[in-house]
């Protein structure tokens, strides 16, 4: 019986946190925050401790993914899920196209269907197939999600879109390790607790300057009743100032600029290199082993950044999944929850190591296999 199985101690991860976001913030950085004392908890967001701390985020950010100067980096409460109703909102002149291919890409569509001022079109592909999106001639926002965290499934390149279009990418969970070159986008945005290892409730987004000049025009159109905490203009002058427009969870803005310090150190290039071995290790194992099976079919949509493996029917994933957290092997490797396949769904984030996912594969195959 599977649940007689005891994971030798030898083999079990360093860290037990393989979930697709929120994902391992490091102890360290909790130690640190504790040892600013009285500097940064408790002291407002308009104060220059916080402000200088959001201006070393953003500066982080213009480093380590060479944002172009000519790009606004911007930041507020609510997380990616925020901006889905604030881009139909301030964003969409007249009609938006959406490509989705899984939960979250259609959660985006359908924040924009309900928008009143606008058209909203979906192009959809079946679960466990890859769109890359193109570009549409009579849309002025083309939208596509780097990550598609529900299924595993990620671009393998940008549509290109006509001069009087924006391109928005949803790159929540792939911002920071998968490829993407941010002066081919108009919206880049995410929230923090995949790849930059912090806690949720805040979004960022790099706004290129036609997408900035775009925002800031359609705040001013006195026909939209935008909600003010939705409203463009006072995100991008807050960001102008390091700041957000309303309170922010100071602890986030902190794990995440440590995170972003410790990424700098070795860069994007080299992150993308460490995120693609282990996904090249962990798609192996599944075409390896005769009881799994690599969910994504076409290898060029296979995610650097969560991948999802399903099991034969002989073997149940719950059950594995219950003993993995009962010996704290692994935490949260279920498969989206809407997707309801017997799959076991593996982040491969920056802070899971090689070694950690190596011994996990390890593991699950002694398993099975005992
Ligand atoms: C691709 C994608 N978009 C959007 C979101 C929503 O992010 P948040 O919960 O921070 O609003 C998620 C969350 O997992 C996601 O994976």
Sequence with gaps: MLSNFKVPKNLIPTDPRFGSGPSLVPMEY?????????????????????????????????????????YSVVL???????????????????????????EFSEKWFKASKLCPFIK??????????????KDVADSDLICVTLNETSTGVQLSELPRVHEGALLAVDATSGAGQVPCDISKTDIFYFSPQKVFASDGGLWIAFL????????????????????????????????????????????????????????????YQKIQEMAALKADYIYKWAEEKSYLSCYIKDKKFRSWAVATIDLDDQYSAKEIIKILEEQKVAYNIDGYRNLGRNQLRIALFHNITFDNIKRLTQIISMLIES
């Design 30 to 70: 909790v130690k640190k925050l504790y040892d600013t004392h009285h500097e940064l908890l408790g002291t407002s967001h308009r104060k220059l401790p916080i402000r200088n701390l959001v201006k070393e985020v953003q500066e982080g950010f213009r480093k380590y993914f060479q944002i172009p100067s000519d």
């Design 76 to 102: 507020g409460n609510g997380g990616a899920t925020f901006l889905f109703d604030a881009i139909a909102l301030g964003i969409v002149q007249e009609k938006v196209t959406h490509f989705t291919c899984g």
């Design 120 to 133: 909203a079109e979906q192009v959809k592909v079946e679960y466990g197939e890859g769109i890359n999106g």
């Design 208 to 267: 290129s300057k036609k997408a900035r000049e775009r925002a800031l025009k359609i705040a001013e159109d006195k026909s939209r009743y935008v909600p003010v905490i939705m409203n463009w203009k006072q995100a991008i002058e807050n960001s102008d100032k390091n700041q957000t427009y309303n309170t922010p969870a100071i602890t986030t803005i902190f794990y995440l600029n440590e995170q972003l310090k410790q990424m700098n150190e070795l860069g």
